[in-house]
């Protein structure tokens, strides 16, 4: 994807690519140069690293063994710097749709580069924590290639924002090819052990959940009707659970089968309300996950942690 060609209406200084034949000369404020240390630095004890030269009587020119169009991104980062997206109103925060702006996230395409130029010329810690919340902003999208982008740059939090998106489909759904972006066996890893242990997790709930529990709320007319009807449909989802499944939302469409049965209906609601809260103890990313833990021993310290 292309950048425009950055233009500065009223210049005080000159940068110049030395990459371009013939070199391209781009007129900037120095002022603007300064937000980065490098070139800060340079203008404080002119840095033997690059040449400065006089073009002509009155123009000072920065010569950098850089291409024009790597330029025209830095120095639009460096005189319009891009501010945070902007959220759409009355969007939930988890939710995994389009939640921006149209036109105020960096397209996915141009953050690599920019992170890197930022990174690379020390741009304000400012300017590239907004990058990253542009780079944050693709991940319910581009999970995937977030992630793997994360992970292989040691940026906890997006590598951790991007695998809460990475819940579905199942990783068996991706091939060795799509795959090859992940940066190490480590971060593969640590999904393969986000989805074993939600997988895991996801059917012990079930599983152990009655629509009865200890004989409370029990229906003496309809008791094994109910109970059946609950049994199977808890056999039906743990046979095709997910790392993405909502539990308790399969469970509820009993509801409308006991709709008649104000007993049965009450003990389903309450059953399903129950599956809602304990799902919730389950992981949805990487952040809890200790390096040297094993999925039975991550579902382990998880479970324990509420009684049964």
Known sequence: MSWPAFHCDEPDFFVRSMLDDPPVKLG??????????????????????YAMSIADDTDQVLDLDEPAEVLNILLSLLHTPPGLPERKPNVENHSKTAS?????????????RMLHLADKYALSETLQRSLLA??????????LQIYAFAT??????????????????????????DMKIIPSAEAWQKLVLLHDVRIRGLREILLGEDIFPHGYGTCSSHKAKTISLWNRRKMDI?????????????MGVLEDEFSSCRICYNACSAAVKMLAYKCQRLPTS???????ETGDQWLSAVMEKYPR
């Open 28 to 49: 900037v404020l120095r002022k603007a140069l300064s937000q980065s240390e490098i070139f800060r630095d340079m203008f404080h004890c002119c840095d033997s690293g």
């Open 100 to 112: 921006f702006e149209p036109g105020s996230v960096v397209p996915l395409p141009l953050l690599p």
């Open 134 to 143: 542009h780079m944050s902003a693709h991940a319910s999208t581009y999970p």
């Open 152 to 177: 292989g740059r040691d940026l906890q939090s997006l590598a951790i924002d991007a695998s809460k998106h990475l819940l579905h489909p199942r990783l068996s759904a991706y091939s060795p090819k």
């Open 238 to 250: 743990i046979l095709k659970v997910d790392a993405a499944t909502d539990v308790a939302a399969e």
């Open 286 to 292: 990487i952040k809890k996950l200790d390096e040297s």
